[in-house]
C-alpha cells in the first residue's frame, strides 16, 4: 500500500467510527470523497486540530538560547544607540571622561558603529587610504578619531593615530581638541566619521596647528548631518584651509583640503555644527 493510500485510511478510520456500518447516504459518499482528495493533497493532515496547533506552536517557539541571543543583541543596540547620542551632543572633553570612567563602552560603541559602516556600499576610509598611498611615503599623517587604526595598519606611512579610548598599542588615547604633536609637523590630518561632539570647531584648530602649509585635510561626513553641506565646508575654510576637492556618495561627502595659513589665536572662527547622526531602535 501507497503512503498516500495509507494516509488516507488513516484519517478515514479517525473520522469514522470503527463499527460504523457502510455509508449510505450520497452525502456521507461526497463528503468521503472530497476527504480523500484533500488528503492526497496532503491539504489534510491524520491529526487533530489540538494536535496540528501543538505541532505549529512547538515549531515556531524559538529556544533558549536564541532568545538569550536577540535579547543581548537589543541591549547592546540600546547602549550603542546611548552611547552614540552622548558622543554627539556632548563636548570632547566630557566623552573622554565618560571613557576614562568606562572603557568597555567604546568596544560596545565601536562595534556598532562598525555594523553601520558595514551596511554602507563604500567606506569612506578606504578612499582616503587609497588617495594617501598615491603621494610619497614620507608623508606624516594624523588620523584624527583612527577607531583600531586601521589606516596605520594598512599604509607604509608614519601615521599617529589618535581616538578617545587606544584600541590597540597603534592608538594614542587622547581629547581630539588638544593632541600630543607640537605646531606644523604632520603633512595630512583626516577626519574620516569622527567630528563628534558640540566642539567640532575645535578640531579643526588643532588639524590647522598640527599641518604644515601645504599640507592636506581630509573630512568626510555623514551628509544628513550638514543642513547645507556647501556652506559647511566654507566655514571650514575660515580655518586656515581651502577646498580643493568635494565629492558626494551615497551616504556621506569626502571633502579635501589644503593648509593655506596658519590660525592666530586672535582669529576669529566660526562655531560649527552638525545634527547628531541618530540611529533608530531596530
Known amino acids: 500500500m501507497g503512503n498516500k493510500q495509507r494516509l488516507v485510511s488513516t484519517c478515514v478510520k479517525r473520522v469514522t467510527p470503527t463499527k ?3 455509508v449510505r447516504s450520497s452525502a456521507s459518499s461526497a463528503y468521503v470523497k472530497r476527504l480523500k482528495a484533500a488528503l492526497v493533497k496532503k491539504e489534510i493532515y491524520p491529526c487533530t486540530i489540538q494536535q496540528k496547533a501543538h505541532i505549529e506552536t512547538s515549531k515556531a517557539k524559538p529556544k ?3 532568545l538569550a541571543a536577540d535579547a543581548r543583541k537589543r541591549l547592546e543596540s540600546a547602549r550603542f544607540r546611548y552611547l552614540n547620542e552622548k558622543l ?5 572633553s566630557e566623552a573622554w571622561e565618560l571613557f576614562q570612567e568606562d572603557p568597555e563602552s567604546f568596544d560596545v560603541y565601536h562595534k556598532g558603529f562598525k555594523n553601520q559602516v558595514l551596511k554602507w556600499p563604500v567606506n569612506p576610509l578606504d578612499i582616503i ?3 594617501i598611498l598615491k603621494g610619497p611615503k614620507h608623508w606624516v599623517v594624523a588620523d584624527f578619531g583612527c577607531g ?3 589606516m596605520a595598519q594598512t599604509i607604509p606611512n608614519q601615521v599617529h593615530s589618535f581616538d578617545l579610548v587606544a584600541a590597540n598599542d597603534k592608538v594614542t588615547a587622547c ?5 600630543p604633536l607640537a605646531m606644523k609637523v604632520v603633512d595630512v590630518v583626516v577626519f574620516c566619521l569622527s567630528l563628534m561632539g558640540s566642539n567640532i570647531h575645535d578640531f579643526l584648530k588643532e588639524a590647522n596647528r598640527v599641518l604644515r602649509i601645504g599640507g592636506m585635510l581630509y573630512v568626510a561626513e555623514v551628509e544628513s548631518r550638514c543642513q547645507n553641506t556647501q556652506e559647511f565646508l566654507k566655514n571650514i575654510e575660515r580655518f586656515g584651509f581651502q ?3 568635494n565629492s558626494s556618495q551615497k551616504y556621506f561627502f569626502l571633502a579635501k583640503f589644503n593648509k593655506i595659513q596658519n590660525l592666530s589665536p586672535k582669529a576669529t572662527i ?3 555644527y552638525l545634527k547628531p547622526c541618530l540611529y533608530k531602535k531596530r
Open 148 to 150: 583600531e587604526a586601521q
Open 64 to 66: 533558549p538560547k536564541d
Open 270 to 272: 566660526p562655531r560649527l
Open 175 to 179: 581629547d581630539m581638541a588638544s593632541v
Open 20 to 22: 460504523a456500518k457502510n
Open 129 to 131: 587610504i587609497s588617495d
Open 243 to 245: 577646498l580643493k576637492e
Open 88 to 92: 554627539y551632543t556632548t563636548t570632547s
